[in-house]
C-alpha cells in the first residue's frame, strides 16, 4: 500500500520551509529570509499519529515581479494538483489575503482535490483569529491556524490533513499485480521503453482502482502475467529552468516510486551514469524498493569486449550504495534486451517477498560471528544473541544484541553480506533493525 502525498504549495516568505522543517522534524530545507532559496531536499516521509505520509515542498518561486510570482505559483500549483493526494495551501496572516492566493486558490478548487488552507504566522490564536477569518474569501473551506515558529496549532492542521487520505484502498490490497515505475531523467527514453514493451505485448490500459493519482497505468499482459507499469514521463512541462525541471522530475519520480514494489532506473548510455542518476537511484533505496538499472540506448554505443565491463564497473561505482541493483544494458530503439526486463522483474519481485526461516538466519550468523569477530570498545565486546525475518518488500530483519552502541555500521554490513552470499537478494536493498536485550531475559 503506497503512502499518501500530501504537498505544501504557497507563496514566497509564508513559511513553507519552516513548515516542512517542523514536519519533518529536522532541519531539511534552508530557511533565510530572501524567497527563493529553498533548494535542496524535496520530500521526507512523515508520521502523525497512525497514519504515515510523504510532505513535498513544491517550492521555488524567484520574486522578480508579481506576474512571475503568479505564473510561479501556478506551476506550483499544478505539480502539487497532478501528483498529490492533499494540498496543503499556506497563507500568510500579517500579509493578509493578496491576489495571486486568490487565482491559485481558484486552481486548487477547480481541482477536486482535497485542499487544506493553512493560515501561518498566528502567534496569538485570541487577537489575529477576525484577520484569520478574512481567509473564508478564498472559498476552500475553514482556514486552519498555525504558527509553524512556535509550533502551534499543527495537531489540529495535521488532523484535517489525514481524514483527506484514501481509505486504505480493499482494491489495491486485493490487487497483487507487480507495479513497476519506470524512472530517469528527462529525455533517457521513459517512453520508448513503456512503447516497446506494449509493441510486444497485448496491452490493457486502464485507470486501475485505488489510483488517486491522474496517472493512467498501463497494464501489460505476458506469459499470462498482468504487470502494472507506473507512467512517470506523463506530464510534459514548458519551463525552460533547467532547475525547476529537475525538481519537477525528482517531484514525479517521488510520487510513481512510493507506488511501484520495482523501480526500473533508465541510464542513457551515451551519457553514462550522472549525479541526478545518483539522486533519482537513492529515492527507490531510501524506501526500499526493488531495483533494475537499465542502461538504455546500448545500440548507440561503439562496443569493444570490455564495454559493458567498463559501464557496469563506472555505475557500481557512482551508485556504489546500492550493490544489489540489477544492471542490464537495453535498447528502446531495437527492443534489445526488453523481454529480459520482464525475467528480471520477476526475480527482483521473488527477492522482495522471500522469507528465511530463524533457525537458518541464526545458522548463518553464528557462523559469520565465528569467521570475524564482532568489535569491542573499552573492554565491552558485542554480543549478537539472535536474528529474525519481520518484514518483506523489502526483506527486513531484527537483530538482538548487547549493545546498540557497538553494532558498527560495518559489522551490520558484513553480516549483511554473509546472508546475501546464501540466499542472493539479487535486486533488493535488506533492511536491518538492531534492538538490545539483557543477557539475562
Known amino acids: 500500500m503506497s503512502k499518501p502525498i500530501v504537498a505544501i504549495v504557497g507563496r514566497p516568505n509564508v513559511g513553507k520551509s519552516t ?9 531539511i530545507s ?11 531536499r524535496i520530500y521526507a516521509d512523515v508520521s502523525w499519529l497512525n497514519y504515515n505520509f510523504t510532505l513535498i515542498d513544491t517550492g521555488g518561486i524567484e520574486p522578480d515581479s508579481s506576474d512571475i510570482i503568479l505564473s510561479q505559483m501556478r506551476e506550483q500549483a499544478e505539480i502539487a494538483i497532478a501528483t498529490a493526494d492533499v494540498i496543503m495551501f499556506i497563507v500568510d496572516v500579517r500579509q493578509g489575503l493578496v491576489d495571486s492566493d486568490a487565482k491559485v486558490a481558484d486552481m486548487l478548487r477547480k481541482s477536486q482535490k482535497p485542499v487544506i488552507l493553512v493560515v501561518n504566522k498566528v502567534d496569538n490564536f485570541e487577537k489575529q483569529m477576525p484577520d484569520v477569518y478574512e481567509f473564508y474569501n478564498l472559498g476552500i473551506g475553514d482556514p486552519a491556524p498555525i504558527s509553524a515558529v512556535s509550533k502551534l496549532g499543527l495537531g489540529d492542521m495535521l488532523d484535517e490533513v489525514v481524514k483527506h487520505f484514501p481509505e486504505s484502498d480493499e482494491e489495491e490490497a486485493e490487487d497483487d499485480r507487480p507495479r513497476i515505475a519506470i524512472v530517469g531523467k528527462p529525455n533517457v527514453g521513459k517512453s520508448s521503453i513503456i512503447n516497446k514493451i506494449l509493441g510486444e505485448n497485448r496491452l490493457i490500459v486502464s485507470n486501475i482502482a485505488g489510483t488517486t493519482r491522474d496517472a493512467v497505468d498501463t497494464v501489460v499482459e505476458r506469459n499470462g502475467k498482468e504487470y502494472v507499469f507506473i507512467d512517470t514521463a506523463g506530464l510534459r512541462r514548458k519551463s525552460k529552468i533547467k532547475e525547476e525541471l ?9 510520487t510513481a516510486v512510493e507506488r511501484a514494489e520495482v523501480v526500473v532506473m533508465l541510464i542513457d548510455a551515451t551519457e553514462g551514469v550522472t549525479e541526478q542518476d545518483a539522486k533519482i537511484a537513492g529515492i527507490a533505496h531510501d524506501r526500499g524498493k526493488g531495483v533494475i538499472i537499465a542502461v538504455n540506448k546500448w545500440d548507440a554505443i561503439e562496443k569493444n569486449d570490455k564495454t559493458i565491463y567498463e559501464h557496469t564497473r563506472k555505475i557500481k561505482e557512482i551508485l556504489s550504495f546500492m550493490p544489489y541493483a540489477e544492471i542490464l544494458f537495453v535498447s528502446a530503439l531495437t527492443g534489445q534486451r526488453v523481454n529480459k526486463l520482464f525475467e528480471t522483474i520477476d526475480m527482483v519481485i ?56 557497538l553494532m558498527h555500521f ?7 553480506n554473509k546472508i546475501r552470499e546464501a540466499f542472493g537478494f539479487k535486486g ?14
Open 428 to 441: 533488493t536493498s535488506l533492511k536491518f533493525i538492531i534492538r538490545e536485550r539483557n543477557e539475562n531475559e
Open 19 to 27: 513548515l516542512f522543517n517542523v514536519l519533518a522534524g529536522q532541519e
Open 30 to 40: 534552508i530557511v533565510k529570509d530572501t524567497p527563493g532559496v529553498t533548494r535542496d
Open 350 to 405: 521473488e527477492n522482495q517477498t522471500l522469507r528465511i526461516a530463524t533457525g537458518v538466519l541464526n545458522e548463518i550468523m553464528a557462523e559469520a560471528v565465528a569467521l570475524q569477530q564482532p568489535p569491542s570498545d573499552k573492554g565491552k565486546r558485542l554480543k549478537l544473541y539472535y536474528i529474525t525475518q519481520v518484514a518483506v518488500k523489502p526483506p527486513t530483519f531484527v537483530i538482538f544484541v548487547n549493545d546498540k552502541e
Open 410 to 416: 560495518s559489522y551490520t554490513r558484513y553480516i549483511e
Open 246 to 254: 529537475e525538481r519537477y522530475s525528482i517531484i514525479r519520480t517521488v
